[in-house]
């Protein structure tokens, strides 16, 4: 965050805010990563040991998918305050790396049959937006890239 109005010391104080909250975050998620892929395994485990063997119905095969994927979310959105905490500035492909994981994680565990049509139209257009936002954002800084290697060569 850049204030470039106000005493200094007010600015030292919010950076210094901004840095302490981002901290806590970063260890929050770090926990909820851990205590979650704990409980994955847990949950692995106990049907392995407990005579059910692995999840091969479907409906338990896809939740267990979708928890795989809620802490592959959980682990991009630590990436995401990482950055931040490096970098001080939230790094837009990550975001929608996170958005279209978690777009993801519902369409697999979706029954089209419960929602109507237009629910299910509507959940296409997120990913149709998420997809096109994800292709600009590259192509853009593909393009500055190549803008800089071009001027670096002059």
């Known amino acids: 965050m850049q204030i470039k109005h106000g005493p200094d010391w007010f600015r030292k104080i919010l950076v210094l805010v901004e ?25 692995l485990i106990t049907q392995f040991f407990t005579g059910k063997g692995l999840p ?3 409906s ?5 998918f979708s928890f795989f994927l809620l802490i592959l979310i959980g682990l991009e959105l630590m990436e995401t305050i990482k950055m931040y905490l490096d970098q001080n500035q939230v790094h837009v492909e990550v975001v929608f790396l996170v958005a279209m994981i978690a777009v993801a994680r519902k369409v697999i565990v979706l029954d089209a049959e419960k929602y109507p049509p237009l629910a299910v139209f509507g ?15 590259k192509r853009t800084h593909h393009q500055k890239a190549r803008e800089g290697s071009e001027s670096e060569e002059t």
Do not use: P, Q
Request: net charge negative; hydrophobic share 75%.
């Open 56 to 58: 091969l119905d479907a």
């Open 19 to 43: 840095r302490v909250i981002v901290l806590v975050l970063l260890v929050m998620m770090i926990l909820v990563v851990v205590i979650s892929t704990l409980e994955l395994g847990w949950m």
């Open 60 to 64: 338990e095969l896809l939740n267990t």
């Open 123 to 137: 959940i296409a257009a997120v990913i149709f937006a998420l997809s096109v936002g994800y292709y600009l954002v």
